[in-house]
Structure formats: C-alpha cells, structure tokens
C-alpha cells in the first residue's frame, strides 16, 4: 500500500464509520430498539473492516520505485556533521 492509499484508507474509514453511526442511531431512535442500532453499527464496522483491512489493489496506484541495492553503494549515506557552536561576538 502506499502513501497516497493510506490516506484514501484513512477517509473511507472515517467516513463509513460516521455513515454507519448516523444511520444506526437514525434508525434506532425510530425503532425504539437499542439492539437494533447496534447490530446496524457492528455491520457497518465490518463493512468498513472489509473495505480498508486487506490490501485491495486500488490502493497501490503511485507504487514507491526503491534503488537497486547497487545502486545504493554506490551513493553513501551522508554524514552528519556537528554543527559549529554558536557564541554571540562582542563588539568592544
């Protein structure tokens, strides 16, 4: 999965979950059943289980194209330098 597929997960997600709430709290009230809302809720927390858990194709759209292994010895990591401490100079 990459990046931009882990973001399309992230909005479906959250967005079947508050569609899923709504509906069950809309549909509970008007039933008058507490059960009801929650097997309505539970279904749509599988569906969205579903839909975002495995690994569906559409979200590997923008693959990340890795260096080759020798490609990647042949450009070393860059070191780290310590940057120079910084005294204020006084003007006298």
Request: no cysteine.
């Amino acid at each position: 999965m990459d990046w931009q597929g882990q973001k399309l997960v992230e909005q479906l997600m959250q967005i079947l979950l508050v569609i899923s709430g709504v509906v069950a709290l809309v549909v509970g009230y008007t039933t008058e059943s507490f059960r009801t809302m929650m097997l309505i809720y539970a279904g749509g927390v599988v569906l969205t289980t579903l839909v975002t858990v495995p690994n569906w194709p559409f979200y590997n759209l923008h693959p990340l194209k890795w260096l080759d292994p020798s490609e990647a010895e042949k450009h070393p990591k860059p070191q780290v330098v310590p940057a120079a401490s910084k005294k204020k100079v006084s003007k006298k």
